[in-house]
């Protein structure tokens, strides 16, 4: 019965390990399921800029006037504002 006892005993040794590389794994579970947030593609304050950038360009520095299309960049303004009296022929 002696051999028997010695078996009982490594089995025992090894127990201990297992357990504790179970919990090390469940940590790591926890960290991804942290970091598996989604993202998103485009951010709202990039979006805002672009919007900014396209209203500035429809805006008339003479009459700050915001046209629904982009103002000529050989002007520098409005149509309105580079020729008034065109306006009043028309
Ligand atoms: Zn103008």
């Given at each position: 019965m002696g051999?028997?006892?010695?078996?009982?005993?490594?089995?025992?040794?090894?127990?201990?390990?297992?357990?504790?590389?179970?919990s090390a794994v469940q940590v790591a579970h926890l960290?991804?399921?942290?970091?598996?947030?989604?993202?998103r593609p485009m951010p709202s304050r990039k979006r805002g800029a672009l919007a900014l950038a396209m209203l500035a360009r429809r805006t008339c520095p003479?009459?700050?006037v915001i046209y629904g299309y982009r103002?000529?960049?050989?002007?520098?303004?409005?149509i309105l504002c580079a020729c008034p009296d065109g306006q009043r022929a028309a």
């Amino acid at each position: 019965m002696g051999a028997g006892d010695g078996r009982a005993t490594s089995g025992r040794a090894g127990h201990p390990r297992r357990s504790s590389s179970t919990s090390a794994v469940q940590v790591a579970h926890l960290y991804r399921v942290d970091w598996a947030k989604p993202v998103r593609p485009m951010p709202s304050r990039k979006r805002g800029a672009l919007a900014l950038a396209m209203l500035a360009r429809r805006t008339c520095p003479k009459c700050h006037v915001i046209y629904g299309y982009r103002l000529p960049a050989s002007l520098g303004m409005s149509i309105l504002c580079a020729c008034p009296d065109g306006q009043r022929a028309a």
